[in-house]
């Protein structure tokens, strides 16, 4: 069983920055897709930026338009981690952020084939 936990939440000024990990537990490896997405009060959850598995056409990053040029995603397939670093944050960029990784290349797998993480608090203040 895969189990996802996300560390490096918290409270930040406008136009600061911040970092969010994410260790994956279990059997997972290159193929697999890897993302951060979040949720607002009320609101689905939303793609900020993932990772595509290395046997996709395009193993690489894709972000929301939202985040480009502010945040980066980072993966270390050897030690199972995603990270997310997120500069010049704003208020809008609060909400619950959570960690995905994906069975599915592309980040397009059935509920069962996805595993979440239980999330972490960002907050950006004006």
């Known amino acids: 069983q895969i189990q996802v936990a996300e560390s490096g939440g918290g409270s930040v000024q406008s136009g600061g920055s911040l970092s969010l990990s994410c260790v994956i537990h279990?059997?997972?490896?290159?193929?697999?897709?890897m993302g951060w997405f979040r949720q607002f009060p009320g609101k689905d959850r939303e793609e900020v930026a993932l990772?595509?598995?290395?046997?996709?056409?395009?193993?690489?990053?894709r972000y929301a338009d939202s985040v480009k040029g502010r945040f980066t995603i980072a993966r270390d397939s050897a030690k199972h981690t995603l990270t997310l670093r997120m500069n010049s944050l704003k208020p809008e960029d609060t909400a619950i952020y959570y960690c995905?990784?994906?069975?599915?290349?592309?980040?397009?797998?059935?509920?069962?084939?996805?595993?979440w993480g239980k999330g972490t608090q960002v907050k950006g203040s004006s």
């Open positions: 995905l990784t994906d069975r599915h290349g592309l980040c397009q797998g059935r509920p069962w084939e996805r595993a």
């Open positions: 990772v595509r598995g290395a046997s996709s056409s395009d193993g690489g990053t």
């Open positions: 279990g059997k997972i490896d290159r193929t697999y897709c």
